[in-house]
Structures are given as structure tokens and as C-alpha cells.
């Protein structure tokens, strides 16, 4: 009997070896574990308390991308999600959690007699994210252009940067 792709004594031992493969023998793959984990780091320090990690959701077939932008008046998070009517997105807002739900209807497409690839995504999404404590609720805007959705998320007063005077003495 001879070595083959089918054989699943083979295919056992190959998972284990990438399971088993040590990150301190390989430096590739430490290189990757490290960038990951500063990156998050970096995310974590940067955004302060904004949770910008997705939540997994069981009703979820696929997860749009988001770009979060902190100025100094206002957080806005912008999410691809490219042939999605704005009627199908809802926006709420839930014990300081912002979620973004929504779906992708698949069109039909021009009857063919083979279909050789499906690669975009269709179905139901969602992102949630933590807002810090900064952010005025009643204030939050939600636009849609070209595929993106921008809200933004104006922070209370009290949490604006603003310049302080220098007075000078009277001798």
C-alpha cells in the first residue's frame, strides 16, 4: 500500500505535525503570533475602552470590515458592506453596546449553464462594539454611501478637548 493523498493514517500525521509545530523552531511563524499580538495591543491602547473586536453571532454568515476613527469630537466607524440596501442594515443601541446588523440578498444572476465560481458573500451580518462612557447616545448619526456605512458617535462635551486660557496677572 502506497503513500497517498486518501490515506488518513497520512493525513493524521500531517495535522499533527502543524499542531504540534513549535513556534520557538520556527521563527516564521513566531514572527506572525508576535505582529498579531502587538496589533491588538496596539488596537486595545489606542481605542482606550472601544470594544472593535466582532462578536461571533450564530446568525451570522459573514462579518463586513470596519475602520474606527477617533477625532477629537466624535469616534466614527466605518463598515464595507457593498451591495447592501440601506432598508436591510438596523442600527441599535443596547446597555452602551452598538450593534450593526443586517443582510446581503444574493441577486440573480444571468441564467448560465455552469457557474465556475461563487466568491462574494450573501446572508445575514453583524458587528457589535462596547462604547466608551465619552460617547453622547442621543447624538449618534448613521450615513450610507457608495457601500460604506458611516456612524458616528459624537462625544459628550464634558469629554471634548478645549484650550484653557492663560491669564496674566494685574500687578
Do not use: C
Not at 20 to 44: C, E, H, I, K, Q
Not at 146 to 153: A, E, K, M, Y
Request: charged share 25%; net charge negative; no cysteine.
Amino acid at each position: 500500500m502506497g503513500v497517498s493523498g486518501d490515506n488518513p493514517d497520512v493525513k493524521e500525521a500531517i495535522v499533527m505535525a502543524l499542531i504540534t509545530r513549535s513556534t520557538t523552531r520556527d521563527p516564521m511563524l513566531a514572527d506572525v503570533f508576535s505582529l498579531g499580538n502587538r496589533l491588538s495591543r496596539l488596537l486595545n491602547d489606542g481605542l482606550g475602552n472601544l470594544d472593535w473586536q466582532f462578536r461571533d453571532s450564530a446568525s451570522a454568515s459573514w462579518v463586513p470590515p470596519v475602520d474606527i476613527f477617533e477625532e477629537g469630537d466624535s469616534i466614527r466607524i466605518m463598515a464595507e458592506i457593498p451591495g447592501v440596501k440601506p432598508e436591510d442594515v438596523k442600527i441599535s443601541l443596547e446597555n452602551n453596546v452598538l450593534t450593526i446588523h443586517g443582510s446581503k440578498q444574493q441577486v440573480a444572476e444571468e441564467r448560465t449553464e455552469r457557474v465556475h465560481r461563487y466568491e462574494r458573500t450573501y446572508g445575514a451580518f453583524e458587528r457589535s462594539f462596547t462604547l466608551p462612557t465619552t460617547v453622547d447616545a442621543n447624538a449618534i448619526r448613521a450615513s450610507y454611501e457608495h457601500g460604506v456605512l458611516t456612524v458616528t458617535l459624537p462625544k459628550v462635551e464634558k469629554a471634548k478637548p478645549r484650550q484653557i486660557e492663560v491669564q496674566v496677572a494685574a500687578k
